[in-house]
């Protein structure tokens, strides 16, 4: 089992700034790839960014490329996804995941992510 605990969120206005932060514990040896999500109020929940573990590749939603950076401590078990720039429509509770991934880009489409966060909310006002 993996845990994965979110905290980092907001209330900011649009055009400033959040980092998120993502700390895991247990057994994460299942998982190679983590990811970030958000779910937006009356939406389905997208994918935002995830990164390998490993090779520190990374992949984006066309929406928060150049953005938001997903980086990783590994000594600390921590994720982050840095949000820059910041919009009305990037509101929504981000998730962090923890996922089993050949490629990055597939835990943005949602495939292979084995745990979730509980979320942590992000207001953007303009």
């Known amino acids: 089992q993996v845990q994965l605990v979110e905290s980092g969120g907001g209330s900011v206005q649009a055009g400033g700034s959040l980092r998120l932060s993502c700390a895991a514990s247990g057994d994460t040896t299942s998982t190679n790839c983590m990811g970030w999500f958000r779910q937006a109020p009356g939406k389905e929940r997208e994918g935002v960014a995830a990164i390998d573990s490993g090779t520190g590749s990374t992949m984006y939603d066309d929406s928060v490329k150049g953005r938001f950076t997903i980086s990783q401590d590994n000594a600390r078990n921590t994720l982050y996804l840095q949000m820059n720039s910041l919009k009305p429509g990037d509101t929504g509770k981000y998730y962090c995941?923890?996922?089993?991934?050949?490629?990055?880009?597939?835990?943005?489409?949602?495939?292979?992510?084995?745990?979730w966060g509980k979320g942590t909310l992000v207001t953007i006002s303009s």
């Open positions: 995941a923890a996922a089993a991934c050949v490629v990055p880009h597939t835990v943005v489409a949602g495939v292979g992510v084995k745990y």
